[in-house]
């Protein structure tokens, strides 16, 4: 029986393979997604495109196919036809976004692949149930078959590459992919057409049934809106993708950098501007986290108080550039003269703290303190200059004759003791010292309150000017009217002032004190110039 296709139908059957490959590889992006919420979603809409797509051109081409008999094709078998599509599409697509070896998915897939097309292609012509049967020429099944396999490896390996592609070249390795598709489905499908032979005198006994110019054409725009909403709906999806990941990428550079300066913050509220070494507060909760360290395991730990001798005339000599210079030099001698998991520690102007973990016992800690004085009495340059420095250590250990809450307050004390004795020494601390540390404290706990209750005053001392022999102004000098202890100096509390933190509510103080007393004396007719002295903190 002599056949024919209708080539407007074949054209319009090849555009459906392809529209459809193009969009099942774009939806394909979805299903490779791994973070991608709606996968399994995805994975579903791209099988049933797929299977559709596949069987439109199927179902396209048969109708394409003219016999000069009526031919009509069973509905149910019609139906098996497109459900095997979809099955297999969705089979393919699993297999060939899976994670395992990437040459064997791929091998698998294109064999699950062109089986299934053939399966389905072939069930679609049982669909036409012909009297005599169909007869077939086994040679061109087995080509049929061979080509859906072969192009369908060569359509999923262009699949990967189109995964791997940068963006600017996605849309070229896509199309081509799909092109490859489309000629695998056609091919197929003409190679198993062409493989069919119909007696002359045969009938279509599902002629009456699925049929038509009219089912045609709703099967044409039905397919084509088909793939055209869902390539929608995935360029939709792939750009609210980029969005929120965008947005995911900008949040987390915030938290990093948010991070960031909360360490930065953090670091500077526990660490020493100038020195870079920790400050007091960072030095009493490494102090408090080593005495819990010793409650539960043997040894000992000490703490040294490091006051350095003849600083200040460096500052007023050579300027405060030139004595941070030497803090700086002292931090890093300090440093290397103790060993890890020592703690050195800038608490005051010229004043350090060493805390040391795992002694032995005082005389370690003691040989500690004596290369600590050692690095201080080499020469500091300083302005092209060689000074020389020496330093105060007050030492207490723990446990021993200290007690667990003073220790910082007993190693102060005996660095005094040592002042006291001529400097440049270690003192370790002994009880009788705490009576001394003890006055301190309490000291400075009443200074907190000195300056509202009205216990600071001024005292004013003359500057004579020699050659005129009068008197060029005055100096303010800060004393403290105790209550208990009378008329205290500055060398009695401004060291502990500074080391407090309390200086800078002093100055405060002298220097609104200074001003009232100008301003009062002013209006008395006399103009007097007033100096004072600044700590400095």
């Not at 791994?34 to 051109?57: C, E, Y």
């Not at 869902?230 to 950098?257: G, H, I, P």
């Not at 526990?270 to 395991?297: C, I, K, M």
Request: proline share 3%.
């Amino acid at each position: 029986m002599r056949v024919s296709h209708d080539p407007y139908v074949v054209a319009a059957s090849f555009a459906i393979a392809l529209l459809a490959s193009y969009v099942t590889l774009d939806l394909a992006r979805q299903v490779r997604s791994p973070g991608h919420p709606g996968r399994l979603a995805w994975w579903a809409a791209s099988s049933v495109v797929m299977g559709t797509g596949i069987w439109s051109m199927h179902f396209l081409g048969m109708q394409a196919f003219v016999l000069p008999i009526p031919v009509g094709f069973d509905g149910a078998l019609t139906l098996l036809s497109w459900l095997a599509a979809v099955a297999v599409s969705g089979l393919a697509l699993h297999l060939a976004s899976g994670r395992r070896a990437p040459r064997r998915d791929l091998a698998l897939g294109a064999v699950v692949m062109g089986l299934g097309i053939s399966g389905m292609h072939y069930i679609g012509m049982g669909a036409m149930e012909m009297t005599p049967a169909i007869v077939w020429d086994w040679a061109l099944v087995a080509l049929s078959v061979l080509i859906a396999i072969l192009a369908s490896a060569t359509a999923l390996w262009l699949y990967a590459a189109f995964r791997q592609a940068r963006h600017a070249r996605r849309f070229a390795v896509q199309l081509g992919a799909a092109l490859v598709m489309a000629l695998a489905i056609c091919g197929m499908h003409y190679t198993g057409m062409a493989a069919a032979s119909f007696s002359v005198g045969s009938v279509c006994r599902s002629a009456g049934e699925l049929n038509g110019p009219a089912l045609t054409a709703l099967v044409l725009m039905a397919s084509v809106l088909l793939l055209i909403s869902m390539l929608f709906a995935s360029v939709l999806d792939a750009r609210l993708q980029s969005t929120a990941l965008r947005l995911t990428q900008s949040l987390q550079d915030s938290n990093l950098r948010l991070q960031a300066a909360n360490d930065e913050l953090q670091k500077r509220a526990l660490s020493d501007a100038l020195t870079g070494l920790p400050n007091r507060l960072h030095f009493e909760d490494r102090l408090r986290l080593a005495r819990q360290r010793l409650d539960h395991a043997q040894g000992r730990l000490a703490v040294l108080f490091v006051d350095l001798d003849g600083f200040k005339p460096i500052n007023d000599s050579f300027g405060h550039a030139a004595g941070d210079h030497i803090l700086r030099s002292a931090a890093e001698r300090l440093q290397q003269a103790v060993r890890a998991p020592a703690t050195v520690a800038r608490v005051g102007g010229d004043e350090f703290l060493i805390l040391l973990e795992g002694i032995a016992g005082e005389a370690e800690a003691v040989g500690v303190a004596q290369r600590v004085l050692a690095a201080l009495a080499q020469p500091f340059g300083v302005a092209e200059k060689t000074v020389q420095i020496a330093g105060s250590i007050g030492l207490v250990t723990y446990p021993g004759t200290g007690d667990a809450g003073k220790l910082v307050a007993n190693a102060d004390a005996a660095m005094y003791a040592a002042k006291r004795a001529g400097g440049a020494r270690c003192v370790v601390f002994e009880p009788h010292m705490e009576s001394d540390a003890a006055w301190q404290l309490a000291l400075q706990n009443e200074l907190r309150g000195a300056a509202a209750r009205g216990e600071l005053m001024l005292h004013y001392q003359p500057k004579i000017d020699g050659k005129q022999g009068r008197s060029s102004g005055v100096e303010a000098l800060l004393r403290w009217n105790h209550p208990v202890h009378g008329t205290l100096g500055p060398t009695m509390f401004i060291g502990l002032a500074e080391r407090f933190g309390l200086i800078g509510e002093l100055g405060n103080w002298v220097i609104h004190e200074a001003c009232r007393q100008m301003a009062e004396w002013a209006a008395q007719g006399l103009h007097m110039r007033v100096a004072v002295n600044l700590s400095v903190h």
